[in-house]
Nanobody, 124 residues
Framework: QVQLVESGGGSVQAGGSLRLSCAAS????????MGWFRQAPGKEREFVAA????????VYADSVKGRFTISRDNGKNTVYLQMNSLKPEDTAAYCC?????????????????WGQGTQVTVSS
């Protein structure tokens, strides 16, 4: 099992940047692939980005490709989401998730453990 805690959310102007972090418990962190998801008010949770267990493979939603970067540091048991050129439509609660599958997975049902989320608000 793994416990996940996100941080780094906040309020920014359109065009600004934020870096989200997700700290995971346990010494087996490197055995999990990781993903970021977001959920805006009144909308379903959607995939944002994912990274494989070693960090060698990533996948992004089309809506964030070229603006967001997912990375991980297994020595620190942490995954990151660097968000640049933020838009108002990026406003959402962002959650990290862990999967026992080793590849980068873009679908909700691949993930077994979830953090509580951190709010990102982008104003125009």
């Amino acid at each position: 099992q793994v416990q996940l805690v996100e941080s780094g959310g906040g309020s920014v102007q359109a065009g600004g940047s934020l870096r989200l972090s997700c700290a995971a418990s346990g010494h087996t962190f490197s055995s999990y692939s990781m993903g970021w998801f977001r959920q805006a008010p009144g909308k379903e949770r959607e995939f944002v980005a994912a990274i494989s267990w070693r960090g060698g493979s990533t996948v992004y939603a089309d809506s964030v490709k070229g603006r967001f970067t997912i990375s991980r540091d297994n020595g620190k048991n942490t995954v990151y989401l660097q968000m640049n050129s933020l838009k108002p439509e990026d406003t959402a609660a962002y959650c990290c998730a862990a999967s026992i599958l080793l590849g980068a997975r873009p679908t909700l049902d691949a993930y077994h453990y979830w953090g509580q989320g951190t709010q990102v608000t982008v104003s125009s």
